[in-house]
């Protein structure tokens, strides 16, 4: 199974590339970096240091083959040690290192060793220096809560549902890189554990929505084991069972879905799989609880689009922001969809930044404002339905995410959590840190990092806010095992003041 949006690759297939042995390698190699790529919470007083495959040539370690800088881009003066008989060299600030900043440690090319070898191409880490001192307790240890219970299988990539009793419907997703979960898992927030949800899933399934169907809750495409489905099932509470749903007139992966004011559900986008590659949808679908069965839309989508998302907004329109559009490019761009004519309009003024797989969260029901976070782009913008354009919300992501969440919080915040970080390879790195979206502090908010991590760092993981305003995490993959998490853990927000 090809995954296309490899920004967000669940199924982290290791590259693994065997050469036969030779006495001379062609390329000098870096072995390890000091604080490792993506280290989070970095003393200011550690120990920076590279470590190479071979003795270094002093004459090649200059401020141009060996930098530190901020991710701002600002270049911080060092002095450089070869230790380890030349094969490892510590990188030592002339002024301490700033507290709460990321910074880069970059080798470049021109680097060689005593014998001429040199590096095949740039390589850098990047790391985030502790918060010594802080203006006051964004978040505390003493908030998260590990389940004692578990799920009955685990699962990442799945989906996560609020029903109409309270309780979480958590479906489908993966069990490891390749073998997918097949049953759901229902978590109780009055008894505070997790319950096996009851059957099984008809189809297994992965990267697909889930939308409210009357007291039910709708499991709508995705991926299954041979692709991109186009089945959906539904699970009905009240006979804690899952049952074959209606079909949806095309495959579709990646796909968003919603419900409607009026109880239809709308579908829009994804894509399916021929041995040409990946063909993306320019249509979207309707169903009707009232006639039974998808149809299209009377309007078309203006672009195709997979990886977005979909925002029902107070007026009852669905803003349709983001997502790939297939090419070696995707534009810009965001829409509307109109209930009561069922057609789709441009708008005007479309987004500053490019994002997939992010997280889109409505702050009220008055405003109708909607944050969008992460999923390419680090900076945060926010969406006016009032004015109809987009605008930065009050500073960036402590690393640029993909596939975190974004949960409102009682008192108005919005907690990101985990996700990947792309590390410029066929991988990522699993992040295990939170930012904090809060509206104060500039014109349109801003963006703080408290010093709390997860126990473990999560991805393709969920997080759904329960009627009390507690969050629950559940699931996802971690950074060293092919398995998923079948662990949840709960966060109680601090009640507003």
Same mark, same amino acid.
């Given at each position: 199974?090809?995954?296309?949006?490899?920004?967000?690759?669940?199924?982290?297939?290791?590259?693994?590339?065997?050469?036969?042995?030779?006495?001379?390698?062609?390329?000098?190699?870096?072995?390890?970096?000091?604080?490792?790529?993506?280290?989070?919470?970095? #003393?200011?007083?550690?120990?920076?240091?590279?470590?190479?495959? %071979?003795?270094?040539?002093?004459?090649?370690?200059?401020?141009?083959?060996?930098?530190?800088?901020?991710?701002?881009?600002? #270049?911080?003066?060092?002095?450089?040690?070869?230790?380890?008989?030349?094969?490892?060299?510590?990188?030592?600030?002339?002024?301490?290192?700033?507290?709460?900043?990321?910074?880069?440690?970059?080798?470049?090319?021109?680097?060689?060793?005593?014998?001429?070898?040199?590096?095949?191409?740039?390589?850098?880490?990047?790391?985030?220096?502790?918060?010594?001192?802080?203006?006051?307790?964004? $978040?505390?240890?003493?908030?998260?809560?590990?389940?004692? &219970?578990?799920?009955?299988?685990?699962?990442?990539?799945?989906?996560?549902?609020?029903?109409?009793?309270?309780?979480?419907?958590?479906?489908?997703?993966?069990?490891?890189?390749?073998?997918?979960?097949?049953?759901?898992?229902?978590?109780?927030?009055?008894?505070?554990?997790?319950?096996? #949800?009851?059957?099984?899933?008809?189809?297994?399934?992965?990267?697909?929505?889930?939308? %409210?169907?009357?007291?039910?809750?709708?499991?709508?495409?995705?991926?299954?084991?041979?692709?991109?489905?186009?089945?959906?099932?539904?699970?009905?509470?009240?006979?804690?069972?899952?049952?074959?749903?209606?079909?949806? &007139?095309?495959?579709?992966?990646?796909?968003?879905?919603?419900?409607?004011?009026?109880?239809?559900?709308?579908?829009?986008?994804?894509?399916?799989? /021929?041995?040409?590659?990946?063909?993306?949808?320019? &249509?979207?679908?309707?169903?009707?609880?009232?006639?039974?069965?998808?149809?299209?839309?009377?309007?078309?989508?203006?672009?195709?689009?997979?990886?977005?998302?979909?925002?029902?907004?107070?007026?009852?329109?669905?803003?349709?922001?983001?997502?790939?559009?297939?090419?070696?490019?995707?534009?810009?761009?965001?829409?509307?969809?109109?209930?009561?004519?069922?057609?789709?309009?441009?708008?005007?003024?479309?987004?500053?930044?490019?994002?997939?797989?992010?997280?889109?969260?409505?702050?009220?029901?008055?405003?109708?404002?909607?944050?969008?976070?992460?999923?390419?782009?680090?900076? $945060?913008?926010?969406?006016?339905?009032?004015?109809?354009?987009?605008?930065?919300?009050?500073?960036?992501?402590?690393?640029?995410?993909?596939?975190?969440?974004?949960?409102?919080?009682?008192?108005?915040?919005?907690? /990101?959590?985990?996700?990947?970080?792309?590390?410029?390879?066929?991988?990522?790195?699993?992040?295990?840190?939170?930012?904090?979206?809060?509206?104060?502090?500039?014109?349109?908010?801003?963006?703080?990092?408290?010093?709390?991590?997860?126990?473990?760092?999560?991805?393709?993981?969920?997080?759904?806010?329960? %009627?009390?305003?507690?969050?629950?995490?559940?699931?996802?993959?971690?950074? $060293?095992?092919?398995? #998923?998490?079948?662990?949840?853990?709960?966060?109680?927000?601090?009640?507003?003041?």
């Amino acid at each position: 199974m090809r995954k296309v949006l490899a920004a967000f690759v669940l199924a982290l297939a290791a590259a693994a590339a065997w050469a036969a042995p030779s006495k001379s390698p062609a390329f000098l190699k870096v072995t390890k970096f000091k604080p490792r790529h993506g280290r989070t919470f970095v #003393s200011l007083d550690a120990r920076l240091e590279v470590r190479f495959s %071979r003795p270094l040539d002093p004459a090649t370690v200059t401020a141009q083959t060996v930098q530190l800088k901020k991710l701002s881009g600002e #270049s911080v003066a060092v002095t450089y040690e070869e230790t380890r008989g030349g094969r490892a060299l510590l990188v030592t600030p002339d002024d301490p290192l700033l507290s709460g900043t990321d910074y880069q440690i970059i080798v470049r090319t021109g680097l060689r060793s005593t014998d001429g070898a040199t590096l095949r191409s740039d390589r850098h880490a990047n790391f985030f220096t502790e918060a010594r001192v802080s203006p006051f307790a964004i $978040l505390r240890p003493d908030q998260f809560e590990g389940l004692d &219970t578990f799920m009955s299988e685990g699962r990442a990539a799945h989906s996560a549902s609020l029903l109409p009793d309270g309780r979480v419907l958590l479906a489908g997703g993966l069990f490891d890189y390749t073998v997918f979960a097949t049953s759901g898992d229902l978590y109780d927030p009055v008894a505070n554990r997790f319950r096996a #949800s009851g059957g099984r899933i008809n189809t297994q399934r992965a990267y697909h929505p889930a939308a %409210r169907l009357g007291t039910g809750m709708m499991l709508i495409g995705g991926t299954g084991a041979q692709g991109a489905l186009s089945s959906t099932e539904v699970y009905q509470p009240s006979s804690m069972e899952f049952f074959v749903g209606p079909a949806l &007139t095309e495959q579709r992966d990646f796909v968003a879905a919603v419900t409607l004011k009026d109880g239809r559900v709308l579908v829009t986008g994804g894509l399916r799989y /021929i041995p040409q590659g990946a063909v993306y949808s320019d &249509t979207a679908e309707i169903y009707d609880p009232a006639s039974g069965g998808f149809r299209f839309t009377l309007g078309a989508p203006i672009r195709r689009r997979a990886g977005h998302s979909l925002t029902v907004l107070p007026d009852g329109r669905v803003l349709i922001v983001g997502g790939q559009s297939g090419g070696t490019s995707s534009p810009v761009t965001a829409e509307f969809f109109d209930p009561a004519t069922e057609t789709f309009t441009a708008i005007v003024s479309p987004p500053g930044n490019h994002r997939q797989l992010h997280a889109a969260t409505l702050l009220d029901s008055t405003t109708g404002r909607v944050l969008f976070i992460d999923g390419g782009s680090a900076i $945060l913008e926010m969406f006016d339905p009032a004015t109809g354009s987009f605008f930065p919300a009050g500073g960036a992501s402590s690393v640029n995410r993909t596939g975190a969440t974004a949960s409102l919080l009682p008192d108005g915040r919005v907690l /990101i959590a985990g996700g990947l970080q792309d590390a410029g390879s066929s991988s990522g790195i699993a992040l295990d840190g939170f930012d904090i979206w809060v509206n104060s502090g500039g014109d349109h908010g801003s963006v703080l990092r408290p010093s709390v991590v997860f126990p473990e760092p999560r991805y393709g993981h969920t997080a759904t806010t329960v %009627r009390d305003g507690r969050v629950l995490f559940a699931g996802g993959f971690g950074q $060293l095992t092919p398995d #998923s998490y079948d662990t949840g853990i709960v966060f109680t927000p601090d009640p507003p003041k």
